[in-house]
């Protein structure tokens, strides 16, 4: 596998407390089944689509604090994870976990953007990120939901390197899509306090592809997981946002059911 540009998300993984409910729930809901969990790596576990790696699940480390919900993290490809650590510092950026060697699988590292959304680094090593993506029961895309878009696409652009182009659409008010070039890598949401309560955190949205929305969600609410918005259509295909059982955000999307013209960017 090609190396992938550096700030392309690679790959996201969940802490949950229970992570026997989130493997069944996920297991039901989007077809994933699971590696062995890896003692030596905190019980580490892998989810895999069809045989291709597509995410993991984690339980907490012993005698380490649980988290007070679930919530995916996101991960960026990154050549040199200790420099675009001091990149994230320099743009404002905190470092909650330093850079470090995992194995020979790869070197990670945990930040927050000035506006409060966590996310990752990884470096490949051995391991090198998502194995399927863009298809049934893996990644597709990702959003950066904030309350500050300004200083968001600031840090972005600065750390990464990316172009952003606004998207046109009267629906869409402040959207925009960041890229290195090529084709969109990750969108930005502005968090309005109509839709979003104060004590809902900034975050990254992560997109699992899915063959029907509507199904799943309905797969989702069954388990336990609850309806945020949608289904509803899109140029970009019907999606939906669902909260797991344990907490944890997620969206999910049929990308080959779409509706209406593609927005321009500007």
């Not at 990120?129 to 300004?150: C, D, I, K, N």
């Not at 952003?164 to 959207?175: F, P, Q, T, V």
Request: with cysteine.
């Amino acid at each position: 596998m090609a190396a992938r540009p550096e700030g392309t998300p690679i790959w996201t993984d969940a802490m949950f407390t229970d992570a026997e409910g989130a493997k069944a729930f996920y297991g039901d809901v989007l077809g994933w089944t699971f590696g062995e969990s890896s003692s030596e790596f905190g019980n580490y576990t892998q989810a895999y689509r069809n045989g291709k790696a597509v995410a993991a699940v984690v339980p907490p480390m012993p005698g380490q604090d649980a988290p007070p919900q679930s919530a995916w993290c996101l991960y960026f490809a990154s050549d040199d994870v200790a420099a675009t650590a001091e990149k994230i510092r320099a743009a404002g950026g905190t470092v909650l976990m330093e850079p470090m060697q995992v194995s020979d699988f790869g070197s990670m590292c945990l930040a927050q953007d000035p506006t409060g959304v966590t996310f990752g680094l990884w470096q490949p090593g051995t391991h090198e990120g998502f194995e399927l993506e863009g298809e049934s029961g893996s990644y597709v895309w990702a959003e950066v939901f904030t309350r500050e878009p300004e200083r968001a696409d600031a840090f972005y652009t600065s750390v990464f390197g990316y172009g952003s182009k606004k998207i046109k659409d009267e629906n869409m008010e402040d959207y925009r899509v960041f890229d290195l070039g090529e084709g969109p890598l990750l969108g930005r949401m502005v968090m309005t306090a109509d839709d979003f309560p104060p004590e809902v955190p900034a975050y990254i949205q992560v997109y699992f592809a899915v063959d029907n929305c509507d199904k799943t969600v309905e797969a989702a609410e069954r388990l336990g997981g609850r309806k945020v918005f949608g289904p509803m259509d899109s140029p970009f295909g019907r999606f939906a946002a669902i909260v797991d059982p344990q907490g944890a955000a997620f969206a999910v999307i049929d990308v080959r059911t779409t509706v209406g013209e593609m927005p321009e960017m500007v």
